[in-house]
């Protein structure tokens, strides 16, 4: 009698219902969203409990059987993509919130909870959960964690990780490293928790987390500046964050290249401002009482114009103004109507270089690329810049070697190839021009010490 | 001719100038301030470069050498202490400001600097470096580091791993970890800082790191206030968290009978309020605008009295009187004065579960000895609650029995037993009460990866 597989003996153990076959899923588990090609998984686990999880990783890691986490596939790295030869696993069917605790604010979740049913029972309960991303709607928690998402309020907020109180993981052994604390200090031993987030899918399945939960703001005050040149643009940051009494939420700069090219591409965006400038910034401040929070924001940017600091600005007088500035910042999901085949770049730098790393990234595109679309816009406060360059007529043959201009210039000015969408296999050749060769041999120990048949998302981050 | 010894060759390879035999630092370095019992280390190890720290490391590695690493030995915990055989490398002479990035916001400092120096540097500078405990003048980064301090300002700036942009760590081997990075976002790959952050000296030495500097506040409102009773103490919280603009910098609260037995035992204390109640709580705002941080301020405090949250209260009308009101939650230091033999825990648990587990901790311990000062206070806004025992005439023969009737109630409500201070050999038996053996084990086996010799701090956490 032949020896069964490892898809049989899952089958037999945990049934139909969670283990599907690829007839039954058809080419839904290949991949994420960055285009990098995938494999059709071996099967699809969709387990109903953290025991569940555990009990099919234990089967998996006694057959060196391959597993791939899959959260909402929304991720831009191949980080969930399957190679080959992986079972997926998706915690789609863990998706409860379990608990909202509105003494602690903190809400219990399940991993496979998608981010804007989070958001939204937060606003319920009458508080707010910070984090948000384009893709708030498909992604999940789990994925959130595995990738320490990070978005458009990290400048206030954090990222992911920072949202995160206790944390359930099962290891690749199948045993289920519990911490759902509520505690905001806990220094007893090792934090696995932030080891475990931002691993992505490496180190453990993260299955159920405790989210810490913010008040809610009541009152939003947003403008639209123009400046006269980069110094300027690190003078507003400064100062709002000094001055601004409820803080900055936003801080999103636009480099010229940008604005014209979305303007130009986009016959629905309005200009806010009728003149053209080196710099635009979109600052945000929530805060919690809508009288003096306006007055004060309004008094701020007042200051700032007669310091030649803003040479122009339009204060948002309603939620519509909001909006159509937002919608400016936001043009980048549009990307596809007129440069479906660009090159697009999540980079992070000390944010006294991204002025300077901006500039040489420029350059060094057009000295080799004449022609080419560059588009340099990203949340400032956080030091993360994102790099768009379309090269017309080239149909894609070029991406690779665009790669290696943009991070090259990541590697001068010691910054990240990642500010937050993560390694995945997309960035792994260049993995080594942030960390170092003893921070990767340090990280392979780990992954060897927690995983050591290496079943946990293989041929990631290294 | 007879094998040189493990401190011969240190001696030989880096010089009398930094190994120090026992004859030159007697009994300086066998203890922190825990009241532990320490050993005297086989010498005293004093690098003044990173490539300093890691010969010495490299050398101890291949002769299986354990190996203490010391800051300001102020812990609690006993963590820094020597057990016998340690040699014990201090990095006082590593305490150099590298530089302030006026920019970005950072400074770059050795680990050996102490914490008041980066303090008032960063002051200096127009800044402000957040973290700030008792021990300012003493403790040093490093030691901050090491174990992830808290302090005061927690609630609105978070611990010390909170402050650290880039660190640089020497490994077991020698081998230096260098990711001394100034970007907030940075996500390629495990995030080795977070782990090494709070791992007591037993994963590597941290020798450099990069600190996330904030605005100065340049304003300050604080009030004292007396509450009814729990519920209005988490009430006050929520309150002030949501509507205060400049959020909450301190919420410490204080039961009654600490509040009674620090000013019957502290003459120099002056009560801030005329009548006695159940709860107190000194409430702290830091903002940017003189004129309506205080007028906001004194007006939510209107509020919160008018709602009967607040029964009483007084509000600072000057600098001299917020340092009244700050003496009296400052009185531990006082404590040897009056308790010289107390137990003293720092505990944390869900804020949700603070009001409950103190009362089933004074209930416990006067259950069993009716006669037992008990003071409990602490940072509410982050669930850390101190809880301070004292038996009249035991003369400290019970402090083991205290230790399991108050660590029992952290397992109960799934808190842990060490907010701030660590585990060091103080805790270890009752870091199973917070943390699971699935946990433990995956600790051990990140552990046996980096230290694969179990030179760095062995004894320590588990």
Request: charged share 25%; proline share 5%; aromatic share 6%.
């Given at each position: 009698m032949a020896e069964s597989t490892v898809i049989d003996q899952l089958l037999a153990q945990l049934g139909p219902a969670i283990v599907q076959l690829p007839a039954g899923f058809g080419t839904r588990r290949m991949h994420d969203w960055s285009g990098v090609p995938g494999a059709t998984p071996a099967a699809l686990l969709r387990p109903r409990t953290t025991e569940e999880v555990a009990a099919a990783l234990r089967i998996c890691d006694a057959r060196r059987q391959p597993v791939v986490t899959q959260g909402g596939l929304t991720g831009l790295v191949g980080g969930a993509n399957a190679l080959g030869g992986e079972v997926a696993l998706s915690l789609e069917r863990m998706n409860r919130i379990v608990e909202i605790d509105r003494t602690a604010a903190t809400m219990t979740v399940e991993a496979g909870v998608p981010l804007q049913t989070v958001q939204e029972a937060a606003l319920d309960a009458g508080f707010y959960f910070p984090l948000d991303l384009g893709a708030r709607g498909s992604c999940t928690i789990g994925g959130n964690l595995a990738t320490n998402a990070g978005g458009n309020r990290v400048i206030r907020y954090g990222t992911?990780?920072?949202?995160?109180?206790?944390?359930?993981?099962?290891?690749?052994?199948?045993?289920?490293?519990?911490?759902?604390?509520?505690?905001?200090?806990?220094?007893?031993?090792?934090?696995?928790?932030?080891?475990?987030?931002?691993?992505?899918?490496?180190?453990?399945?993260?299955?159920?987390?405790?989210?810490?939960?913010?008040?809610?703001?009541?009152?939003?005050?947003?403008?639209?500046?123009?400046?006269?040149?980069?110094?300027?643009?690190?003078?507003?940051?400064?100062c709002s964050q000094a001055e601004l009494p409820a803080g900055v939420s936003a801080f999103e700069v636009m480099w010229a290249g940008y604005y014209d090219a979305v303007l130009a591409n986009l016959p629905a965006l309005r200009a806010p401002l009728q003149d053209r400038y080196p710099y635009y910034v979109l600052l945000e401040s929530v805060g919690s009482d809508a009288g003096p929070h306006a007055a004060t924001f309004e008094a701020f940017l007042g200051r700032?114009?007669?310091?030649?600091?803003?040479?122009?600005?339009?204060?948002?007088?309603?939620?519509?103004?909001?909006?159509?500035?937002?919608?400016?910042?936001?043009?980048?999901?549009?990307?596809?109507?007129?440069?479906?085949?660009?090159?697009?770049?999540?980079?992070?730098?000390?944010?006294?270089?991204?002025?300077?790393?901006?500039?040489?990234?420029?350059?060094?595109?057009?000295?080799?690329?004449?022609?080419?679309?560059?588009?340099?816009?990203?949340?400032?406060?956080?030091?993360?810049?994102?790099?768009?360059?379309?090269?017309?007529?080239?149909?894609?043959?070029?991406?690779?070697?665009?790669?290696?201009?943009?991070?090259?210039?990541?590697?001068?000015?010691?910054?990240?190839?990642?500010?937050?969408?993560?390694?995945?296999?997309?960035?792994?050749?260049?993995?080594?021009?942030?960390?170092?060769?003893?921070?990767?041999?340090?990280?392979?120990?780990?992954?060897?010490?927690?995983?050591?048949?290496?079943?946990?998302?293989?041929?990631?981050?290294?």
């Open positions: 992911m990780r920072d949202q995160v109180l206790g944390l359930e993981a099962v290891l690749a052994n199948g045993d289920v490293a519990s911490g759902m604390h509520k505690m905001i200090k806990n220094n007893s031993g090792y934090d696995l928790r932030h080891l475990l987030i931002g691993s992505e899918g490496t180190l453990g399945v993260m299955t159920r987390a405790v989210l810490r939960l913010r008040p809610r703001p009541t009152a939003v005050a947003t403008a639209w500046c123009a400046l006269p040149d980069y110094d300027a643009v690190t003078t507003l940051l400064a700032m114009l007669e310091e030649g600091v803003v040479v122009d600005a339009a204060l948002a007088q309603s939620e519509t103004d909001a909006i159509a500035f937002w919608t400016i910042r936001d043009a980048p999901g549009e990307y596809p109507k007129f440069i479906p085949d660009h090159s697009a770049f999540d980079v992070s730098f000390s944010i006294s270089d991204v002025g300077p790393a901006a500039g040489r990234c420029e350059r060094a595109l057009r000295q080799r690329w004449p022609d080419a679309l560059v588009m340099i816009y990203g949340h400032l406060g956080d030091g993360n810049l994102h790099v768009v360059v379309d090269l017309p007529g080239t149909q894609g043959r070029l991406h690779d070697e665009i790669d290696r201009v943009v991070y090259e210039v990541t590697r001068e000015f010691q910054g990240s190839v990642s500010a937050e969408h993560g390694i995945g296999v997309k960035k792994k050749a260049f993995l080594g021009h942030t960390r170092t060769a003893v921070e990767i041999a340090a990280m392979r120990r780990i992954k060897a010490a927690l995983d050591p048949h290496g079943i946990l998302n293989p041929g990631k981050i290294f």
